[in-house]
């Protein structure tokens, strides 16, 4: 039953208000979502600790590690807090103000973040939502801004700004975000989603903060701005994984880039061997309705193409009408089209010892057609292994479920809970798990391997399930 569920490339579902209660997020885990997102610009600390709680308890009781991804503001601009939305139509005019939160004054909205005030000048146009809410700012004080709205839209708390053609320097973490990261470290978050990344230095900077916290997190950088896309191979070498943002991406950059930025940046991360996460309007229409249109499925089929390890679903299980048909769609668009992923795949240099070792685990295993089976205690073997994305199937062992989480959203990996002492009896116990649970059959081969992190040592055992086992 479980292996039915894990797909190639995995699902990462956020929670919202529309998937908050423990009977939708079981539900999704049922349908065989991989692991869960909560974005810290929305909530309380008190509804993320019983979004954990029941993501935990789902993960017991459908007996499949789920991980656990956490977005950060980062150096992003948002509006504050409102009493109510403030819709707008072209022509309108709204006023900005410099505060946390306004009353009830009509087009009145507040943006704490004084460097905007003192960057933008008129002419400049702010875009939210996206980009689908456009206004231009027509007069400009210390505190105030007057906007005429260019498109229509709702202007909504704790909305993400963008200001067209600029890249308005900010702190990378403020303090409220420092909550959020303490948060999720004490509550063993796999992956921190670090917005509006500009460098490396951005990512050195939060592994820092990380270990300072005594967490284990990976970092996620988001790609969704032009610095980005300047400085990306840096980035991607200093990054634990990608997620191509095409939602400020579609700001900052024309609209009929989006397609060859996202192909660059999926690449690159598979040429670096990073994990490469996807979001932003995957199935957008399943907001509002129980099935996704023919466009929305021919770009997951394409982004599934191009190696994707992960589809993030943002506002169809948040805020959409229909979270759980939304997993069911995507899940059913993987199963039909993963099997057709080409991997673009060529021996790492000769300095890459490591890297060569796992390439040559993936092409044996393919040459005699068996399942490759990896012990792991980090999950660093099995990480290198899924970057040549294998044809043959993929069990990834350890007595690490932290780091069965962290692997539960990589491609082509179905992670299994294996206790052993060391290494060479982990082996033996990942083989027999396998056995007993049905994974392997009798004629079945199985590719069993690991990788001492820090020695040259890497073993490789090649074993036929027979009857007498």
Known sequence: MRSKLVSLV???ATIGPASSSSEII???AKE??????INFSHGTKEEWREYVKIIRESEDYVGRPLALEGDLQGPSIRVGSLLQPIPVSPGDIVIATLSDQVGLEEKVFPIPCRELFREIVRGDVIAMDDGMLKLEAIEVSEDHIAFK???????????????LGKEIELPLLHEADMERLRFALSNDFNYIGLSYVR???DIEAIKILIRGFGGYAKVMSKIETRSAIANLSEIVNCSDAILVARGDLGVHFPLERIPQLQQMIVETCIRSGKPVALATQLLTSMINSPSPTRSEMVDVVQAILEGIDMLILTGETAVGKYPVEAVKWLKRIIKTYEGQVKPR?????????????AYGVVELAENIGSKIAVFTKSGLTALRIARFRPKVKVYAASPNKRALRELSVIWGIEPLYVEAKDYSDGLDKTLNA???QGKLVEGDVALLTYG???EPVHIVKIVQVTSKR
């Open 452 to 454: 001492l992190r820090d």
């Open 345 to 357: 795949r060529s021996p790492p240099p000769g300095d890459k010892k490591h890297e060569k070792f």
């Open 199 to 201: 460098r490396a230095s």
């Open 32 to 37: 065989g979502v991989d692991g869960f997102r």
């Open 149 to 163: 709205a260019l498109t229509p839209g709702t202007i909504t708390s704790n909305k993400a700004i963008v200001v």
């Open 26 to 28: 079981l539900a999704m």
């Open 10 to 12: 995995k699902v990462i």
């Open 434 to 436: 396998l056995v007993d």
